[in-house]
């Protein structure tokens, strides 16, 4: 029994990860078609950024240069980068994964190819006993933070102006021009929003695996990728409900049928997701 | 004339190993290298500049190839059983996982195949029975014909490799001629018009994906025997991305330009790595240096090395015109 | 002419689709728009409103619009209710219309004009019925000011009685704002219009007085086809 609740509760930690990286780029491409391969470059950036700032001040304040840096660097590529290319998708998908490649190779030479070891605030270090398991404590504050940031984001959907034009324009993104509304300043905010999430989601796996190194945001895209086609792209929710689907899947089949058997059935999942309903959970 | 242009250059390729310059086995080793990439990026450009799909698991084709040549070969299989079972394995898997994958189009067809992909290279880090080698990665340890073993034999792994090329050009010259292929084209232009015409843009995507897959698998079994064994990089999603790369360095969809920037990409790449470590800072770093002249050849050189004769003139010219 | 437009070309997916067309729009009162299915008006109008590439001359009030993206246009006062109403489904009535608000806005016009609209504030946009989300579409667009209501096809696939509803919204309307109108339905295009023009496989074929038009059977047979 308690073996199942750290599972879970270990399995929910990872889905607040995929769930931060998986929210942005699905706006992202639901709002903007791009395809965005440099999403896992916020995603480095903010843990780096992190990592450096620690040492100047507490590791909590050092997040938030860690999300100020991903958003600085996510409204960077958007502007110089994506922008001139509006349109057009492909050649977006091509440069962001040509900064995807360069980006990690930057990464490596200023902080070294191997693994650092991450800052990590004291109070998550200890365990919480739940139902009988003894859970490390850094597992709840990865869900806490995901709920904030899921709470954030809906209130941001459902509240604001320009929560509404990116849900309208996740549907129909030339409509929202035809009633007079610049839909690329959405762009860019979407963008600065992924970049945040995803900034934040390199700290918190710096928590959690103790260590931040150049691949990090790799690993974690590929993931977040299936969370967002398995969400339906451009929900926000859809994204939520897959993430907790994908990691629970993958934490409980990697520990009863061994490591690697569960990201495997991930995969199996996404196939059977697309064989079923091939725009996502979100969408019938 | 032109006809035999591509043949003439061959040739030369061939008989380039006899050159005082090129003869030396490390020369060759890395031209062979050379080679076998160019095949591959112009492989992946059937799937890609021909028919317009965007797959980001092409690697795992790839490293089917590479991995079962090694393993079957190790268990004692000869070589031909061992490549010829490779490479059939290569084109169920991509019949199979296409099939699924194709259900979906556009940027969701991409991040499928990553997925799929990310598959393969799960299974060869877990190294199952010790079949892969997982970190490692597996050598040739047996059942390596005598004509390709030892430093004096490395000119013919060179004349493998350029066969191998050959082999992919010939096959996408004869498919980009065939009816089929002018089916590929208009799928990549606009796969609704196709579905007009009444023909099912799904199984001709899913012929090319095969195809595509069988090409990457018999270069992975080309790739072994070149290098000597396989490594967990073959599998990896970065793999595909520099395919990616190359093709579009080299000019997605052209004849030519795809294995041109295959095999630049393999030179520049290894030629950086070895002498780029002493400049400062991530120039250091060779997928740096690659990664931003990627972006900026996707800015202001599209459509590649292929067409840098018309991107090129137009930049140069450009400053003396006036803005209308 | 609020709107005058000169040897206007598109060209979509490597396709002539129109060809130099020209013709102008009066500043009052509505002007149709006419041709068989396939003509090109709705290329025309997306064309205007800057949603399909054109070249050739568009001035609107004098000012030319070239280089203008869709939003300016749009903001520049140049109301735009596509064919096939294209409201967005996962929003309610109350957020189509909150979403499309440009500065003032004159709500009660539009509760005025389809009380539906209020009474189903809270409904999803995507669960209205074709005439209901027909009016939403208008009424996105009717509360904001407007100098020209570019308008297609509005009573497509409607019940009759919701078609004369719609009419008479766009008869109010067109009192006060001029407005481009492609239109199929007859009855109404003869309600409504002064002018018309008719559009032929890309090019303009016959610009004069709607009535005249109508009255014609070999011109309208010869024009629009038969069966109307
Ligand atoms: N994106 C496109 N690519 C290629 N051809 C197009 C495109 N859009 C429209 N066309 C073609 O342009 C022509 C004009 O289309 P348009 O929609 O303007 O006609 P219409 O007059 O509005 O017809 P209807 O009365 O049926 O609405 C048609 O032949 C159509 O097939
Ligand atoms: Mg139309």
Excluded at chain 1, 248 to 265: E, H, I, M, P, R
Excluded at chain 2, 28 to 45: K, P, Q, R
Excluded at chain 2, 149 to 157: F, I, P, R, S
Excluded at chain 3, 83 to 91: P, T
């Amino acid at each position: 029994m308690s073996t199942i609740v750290l599972l879970a509760v270990t399995g929910l930690g990872l889905a607040a990860l995929y769930f931060l990286v998986a929210s942005g780029l699905s706006l992202v491409f639901g709002l903007a078609d791009v395809l965005n391969f440099a999403h896992g470059l916020f995603l480095s950036v903010g843990a780096y950024a992190t990592w450096w700032a620690a040492d100047f001040m507490p590791v909590e304040a050092a997040v938030l240069v860690g999300v100020a840096a991903g958003v600085a660097t996510a409204v960077l590529v958007e502007l110089i980068l994506i922008r001139p290319l509006y349109r057009r998708t492909i050649e977006q998908v091509l440069v962001t994964v040509g900064l995807s490649l360069a980006g990690v190779a930057l990464l490596q030479s200023v902080f070294g190819a191997d693994p650092r070891p991450f800052p990590r605030p004291t109070w998550v270090e200890g365990v919480v006993p739940v139902f009988g398991a003894r859970i490390p404590a850094d597992r709840f504050l990865l869900i806490g933070a995901a709920l904030l940031v899921f709470v954030a984001l809906a209130a941001f959907l459902r509240y604001t102006r320009y929560g509404l034009i990116v849900r309208a324009g996740v549907e129909n993104r030339e409509m929202v021009t035809a009633l007079g509304i610049d839909v690329r300043k959405a762009f860019t905010l979407v963008f600065a929003i992924g970049g945040a999430a995803a900034a934040l989601a390199g700290s918190l796996a710096g928590i959690y695996f103790t260590t931040v190194s150049p691949g990090t945001g790799g690993s974690l895209l590929i993931f977040a990728f299936i969370v967002v086609v398995i969400g339906g792209m451009g929900s926000v929710p859809g994204s939520a409900v897959a993430a907790i689907l994908v990691a629970l899947l993958q934490q409980f089949v990697n520990y009863y049928g061994g490591s690697g058997a569960g990201d495997v059935c991930v995969v199996a999942l996404l196939a059977v997701v697309l064989l079923w309903r091939p725009k996502g959970l979100a969408k019938a | 004339m032109r006809r035999w242009l591509p043949w003439g250059l061959a040739l030369v390729l061939a008989l380039l190993p006899f050159g005082q310059a090129f003869n030396a086995p490390g020369t060759l080793n890395l031209l062979a290298l050379c080679l076998v990439f160019a095949g591959l990026a112009a492989g992946y450009d059937l799937l890609f500049g021909r028919t317009g799909l965007l797959s980001f698991g092409h690697a795992l084709y790839f490293a089917i190839g590479a991995y079962l040549t090694v393993i079957l070969m190790n268990h004692g299989f000869a070589l031909p059983v061992a490549a010829l079972l490779a490479i059939l394995s290569g084109v169920v898997v991509a019949a199979l996982l296409g099939a699924v994958a194709l259900r979906v189009d556009g940027i969701a067809f991409s991040m499928v195949t990553l997925a799929f992909a990310q598959v393969g290279a799960i299974i060869v880090a877990r190294d199952p029975g010790g079949l892969t080698g997982g970190e490692e990665g597996a050598t040739i340890a047996k059942g390596m014909p005598d004509a390709l073993v030892g430093v004096v034999n490395t000119v013919n792994l060179y004349w493998l490799a350029l066969a191998y090329l050959v082999v992919v050009l010939v096959v996408l010259h004869r498919v980009g001629r065939s009816p089929a292929g002018r089916v590929l084209s208009a799928i990549r232009d606009d796969a609704r018009r196709v579905g007009v015409l009444g023909l099912s843009p799904y199984r001709y995507k899913l012929m090319s994906f095969v195809l595509a897959g069988a090409l990457a698998a018999l270069g992975g079994t080309v790739y072994v025997l070149v290098v000597g064994g396989a490594s967990p990089h073959l599998a990896s999603s970065d793999l595909t991305l520099t395919l990616l790369v190359m093709v579009v360095l080299g000019g997605p969809g052209s004849r030519f330009g795809p294995a041109l920037g295959g095999a630049l990409f393999t030179f520049l790449d290894y030629q950086l790595t070895d002498y780029a470590t002493d400049l400062p800072g991530p120039l250091a770093q060779p997928m740096f240096v690659l990664g931003v002249v990627f972006i900026l050849a996707v800015y202001f050189f599209p459509g590649g090395l292929a067409r840098i004769g018309v991107t090129l003139p137009g930049w140069l010219r450009r400053p003396a015109r006036q803005e209308a | 002419m609020i709107l005058d437009v000169h040897e206007l070309d598109v060209h979509l997916s490597g396709l002539h689709i129109l060809q130099g067309v020209s013709f102008g729009v009066a500043p009052s009162g509505v002007t149709a728009l006419l041709g068989r299915n396939g003509a090109g008006k709705t290329t025309t109008m997306r064309a205007l409103v800057g949603l399909n590439p054109g070249t050739g001359r568009v001035l609107f009030d004098g000012a030319d619009l070239a280089g203008k993206r869709t939003h300016e246009r749009v903001q520049a006062g140049l109301g735009y209710v596509p064919e096939d109403r294209c409201v967005f489904a996962g929003l309610t009535v109350t957020e189509n219309l909150r979403l499309a608000a440009r500065g003032e806005t004159d709500l009660d016009l539009v509760y005025n004009l389809f009380p539906e609209l209020l009474k189903r504030g809270q409904q999803q946009a995507g669960s209205l019925s074709g005439g209901q989300q027909q009016m939403l579409a208008l009424g996105r667009v009717l509360q904001n000011r407007n100098r020209l209501l570019l308008v297609d096809e509005p009573t497509k696939g409607l019940a009759p009685k919701v078609v004369t509803e719609v009419a008479e919204a766009l008869e109010r309307v067109g009192a006060t704002v001029p407005v481009l109108l492609v239109e199929q339905n007859l009855a109404v295009v003869r309600r409504l219009a002064g002018t018309a023009v008719v559009l032929a496989a890309g090019s303009v074929a016959w610009t004069g007085d709607a009535t005249h038009l109508l009255g014609d059977a070999e011109l309208t047979t010869s024009l629009l086809g038969v069966g109307r």
